[in-house]
């Protein structure tokens, strides 16, 4: 995934050195040389996430970080502080200040990466949900700006997931004050405990024993109401290369042992804060979005509002010049269900299709009913072999098991997929739907049931 990354230093060595490094991974990097020029180019629109230096003349980067998460025009864009400062106080400072993550030179690369990376993601997201909120009705953002305004990070809900109870009843201890805190000593309880959404935050101590705490990590995002759960590592000195693989798998955060009680807790309030904010923005564009643009059976998004946000977001992909994809989904032999078990069959069968679907897609796919038994995905920042993943799983939710016909036998559905690619030049709405349409209508005359990509 690509993005435009903004470097805010005031020594050139310095600049240059970064611009080298993320440019090298195809990166698109502006820079600014002090912190009044980086708020102007933030407030112009297009920066994905701020590299900002602490230490500037004027303006430092602690106040700078502040003006821009207190602005609304760019509170959303992450950002990460780099510096020289290496005490506790001066991490929880830029913390404090609403920074995303902070690191300290001399800077490794390998974690430099991995943290733009998981960034990154958390902007995508969130520029996907906002754009959502734009499409269905300008008002879902503004709520949405406004309830940023009374989201506090107190009486947070955190998992402490450790087996040593001494290490997890002192951390427990900095964080019951203002918390609600659960220890578990049995990793592999993790998922299920996680599953109902109960928590805001998982602490994760690298230290389990034997068991692997990314792979407890991974457990705990696979149920649909924890999969955005965020998680902080506690780490050892030792445990470096196993965090930066962590937050390249995206966890959201780590602190390193010995834990410094101030550092903890500005870290969980940050985490506490941008999980409500993400919370809050979902509701907003679920409560506010009117039923003209929402499909009544399904509850997926209806055709005149795919359309619409289509080519909002294909503008958006050739500008940036980023990757989209396409999914058009045809329910193979559908007219014999309705023909054989009724239409109320067919209806609840085409419920439970939707259900499938918005399980097995991800969290940035646009699903709609695109009419009839037809339904279309629309994938951004997203290439051949991702879009292919998607395709295949939601293929596979749908054969592998049967749909409730109300007869106690169930029926055997299975779906025909056609995918397209953006080209980033000349692509239009209707040549995209278009190539997609063709794609699908080999996959239904090679036998039905696969997938059929026409990447142009």
Known sequence: ?????????????????????????????????????????????????????????????????????????????????????????????????????????????????????????????????????????????????????????????????????????????YLAATNRVDVLTHPAEAALVVSDGTYELALVSMALGDFDPLRVCSQMRTAELSRTLPIILIAEEDDKPRVVRGLDLGVNDFIMRPVERNELLARVRTQIRRQRYAMELRRSVNNTLVLAVTDELTGLYNRRYFERHLSMMLAKAQEQHRDMAMMLIDMDYFKSVNDMHGHDTGDAVLREFADRLRRNIRGVDLACRFGGEEFVILMPDTDLHQAQGVAERVRNAVAEKGFDAGSGRPLNVTVSVGLALNDQHADTPESLLKRADVALYRAKREGRNRVVCDAA
Request: contains cysteine; glycine residues 4%; negative net charge.
């Open 1 to 173: 995934m690509t993005a435009r990354v903004l470097i805010v230093d005031d020594i050139p060595t310095n600049v240059r050195l970064l611009e080298a490094r993320l440019s090298a991974e195809y990166f698109d990097v502006v820079t600014a040389a002090s912190g009044k020029e980086a708020l102007a180019i933030c407030a112009a629109g297009a920066v994905d996430i701020v590299l900002l230096d602490v230490m500037m003349p004027e303006m430092d980067g602690f106040e700078a970080c502040a003006r821009l998460k207190a602005d609304p025009r760019t509170s959303h864009i992450p950002v990460l502080m780099v510096t020289a400062l290496d005490q506790p106080s001066d991490r929880v400072r830029g913390l404090e200040s609403g920074a995303d993550d902070f690191i300290t030179k001399p800077i490794d690369d390998v974690q430099l990466m991995a943290r733009v990376r998981s960034l990154v993601r958390l902007k995508a997201l969130t520029d996907e949900l906002r754009a959502r909120a734009r499409t269905g009705q300008e008002i879902a953002v503004e709520e949405a700006m406004r309830a940023m305004d009374s989201i506090d990070d107190d009486n947070g809900r955190i998992l402490l997931i450790d087996t040593d109870p001494r290490h997890a009843e002192r951390l427990k201890g």
